[in-house]
C-alpha cells in the first residue's frame, strides 16, 4: 500500500521559541535551481540577503530533513521572488524541496530589527491610551494593501484605527500600550 504523502509529518524546526516563518518555496523556476518563494515577510530585503541561513520546515521522510539552506541570491520575474540556495544546483533539486516552509532562528530575528517595526503578537493586548487615559484594547491588527490597522475593542465595540505616525505616534513595549492621537470622530460621534 501505498504512503500517502500529505499525512506525513512535518514538525516546525526545533530552533527556538523567538524563531519565526519567513517564506514557504512554492515552485521550481528554470533550470538553474531557482525556486518561486511565497514571503511571509514584509521586508524581504532584510531577511534575503546572499549569505542568508534558513532552517526547513519539511515531512521527517524527506532527505531534506533537518538540513538548513544558504541563500545565494533572491531576484524578481515579474514580480514573483525567486530564490536561489548554494544547495541547489539545478531544476532536478528544485523539485525535490517544493512546499518546504523556511524559518529563521532567534538570533537572526534579533539581527534584523528595525526602527518603527513590531509584529502582531506583541501589540495584541496592548492597552490603548488618549490623552494618559485608556480607551481600549488592540485585539488584532489587519494588514491592508495601503496600510495597517489596529482593531481596538473598546466597551465591546471594534474601532479600526489607522496604524500611522500621525494617529499612533508611541507604541512602547516595556509598558505595553499604544498611545493614540484620532481625528474626532474616531472613537465617538462627533458633536
Known sequence: MATDK??????RPNIGEGSLRVARLTKPHGLKGGLKVELYTDNPDLRFVAGAGFYLQVPEDSHW???????????WYNGQPVAFFEEIP???????IVRAILWIDEEAVASGVEDNAWYDQQ?????????????GTVVEVQHMPSQDLLVVDVASEKVLV???????PEVDLEKR??????????FEEEQ
Not at 500529505?6 to 514538525?11: E, G, M, V, W
Not at 530533513?65 to 531576484?75: D, H, I, M, N
Request: avoid cysteine; proline fraction near 7%; aromatic fraction near 4%.
Open 90 to 96: 539545478d531544476r532536478t533539486a528544485a523539485e525535490g
Open 123 to 135: 501589540l495584541i493586548g496592548m492597552a490603548v491610551k488618549r490623552n494618559g487615559k485608556q480607551i
Open 65 to 75: 530533513f533537518g538540513q538548513k539552506l544558504t541563500l545565494a541570491q533572491l531576484r
Open 162 to 168: 489607522p496604524f500611522v505616525k500621525e494617529i499612533v
Open 177 to 186: 500600550e499604544v498611545t493614540v492621537t484620532p481625528p474626532a470622530g474616531l
Open 6 to 11: 500529505s499525512s506525513a509529518k512535518a514538525p
